[in-house]
């Protein structure tokens, strides 16, 4: 079965540092990968998604996130952190085959200090 | 916003009681997911719904229960609820049932308290 583990529950920065989430996968075919953010009382937005191509994968706000199949991981990466940035942030691995149900990471909390 | 919209954004019942959530996809989307996001399981797929028919299944309990509707609207039905199923509820939409590009949607939830 497929699984993510995002190892790092709270992660601090300051604004205008950069920032790396990391996200580890188990899945034994090509996976579609995900990394959804999800501010207080609000739902799950999609940031970025990789199917297949270019293992570097552009998303919106800033954000970016590299595929790499020989470390199984997808970690979601922006070069300056603002303010509004602060949130939980998801990663998520769905299958490659017919009907695909993403499965989710328990997410990381990242902390933006001024 | 999604365009994926759920009714109601917070309920509050009583144990075994029973509850319906409602959820209406983005237009143009065939398939609905009903997932649980709570502090100790995290986001749980509960089923998927593509076109009125049950697609996949999850972790959903058999105290629920989903359904869609001809007009593409879904209701998940919650029963004999327990102090453990309070969580949030996200019914999330996509196109079609899982091929390639096949990006999902979610709502912002229902927010659902058992006391």
């Known amino acids: 079965a497929q699984s993510v583990t995002q190892p790092d529950i709270h992660i601090t920065v300051s604004e205008g540092a950069s920032l790396e989430l990391r996200c580890n996968y188990s899945?034994?075919?090509?996976?579609?990968l995900f990394w959804y953010v999800q501010s207080p009382g609000q739902g799950l937005q999609l940031l970025l998604k990789?199917?297949?191509?270019?293992?570097l994968v552009q998303g919106i706000k800033g954000f970016e996130a590299e595929f790499k199949r020989s470390q199984s991981s997808f970690n979601l990466r922006k070069p300056s952190v603002h303010w509004s940035d602060a949130a939980e942030y998801f990663c998520?691995?769905?299958?490659?085959?017919?009907?695909?149900?993403?499965?989710f990471g328990r997410g990381t909390s990242l902390i933006v200090h001024p | 916003d999604s365009g994926v919209t759920q009714t109601p954004k917070h309920l509050i019942t009583a144990t075994g009681q029973r509850v319906t959530l409602r959820c209406s996809p983005r237009?143009?989307?065939?398939?609905v997911y009903w997932y649980q996001q709570s502090l100790d399981q995290g986001l749980q797929f509960l089923i998927q719904?593509?076109?009125?028919?049950?697609?996949a299944k999850g972790n959903i309990l058999e105290r629920f229960s989903a359904q869609q509707f001809p007009d593409l609207h879904s209701e998940l039905n919650l029963s004999s609820l327990e102090l453990g199923d309070s969580a949030l509820y996200f019914c999330?939409?996509?196109?079609?049932?899982?091929?390639?590009?096949?990006?999902?949607?979610f709502g912002e939830g229902s927010w659902l308290t058992v006391v």
């Open positions: 237009s143009g989307d065939l398939s």
């Open positions: 999330a939409s996509s196109v079609g049932t899982g091929s390639t590009g096949n990006t999902i949607y």
């Open positions: 719904y593509y076109n009125g028919e049950e697609r």
């Open positions: 998520a691995v769905g299958s490659s085959g017919g009907s695909y149900i993403p499965t």
């Open positions: 990789y199917f297949s191509g270019d293992t």
């Open positions: 899945y034994g075919a090509t996976p579609y």
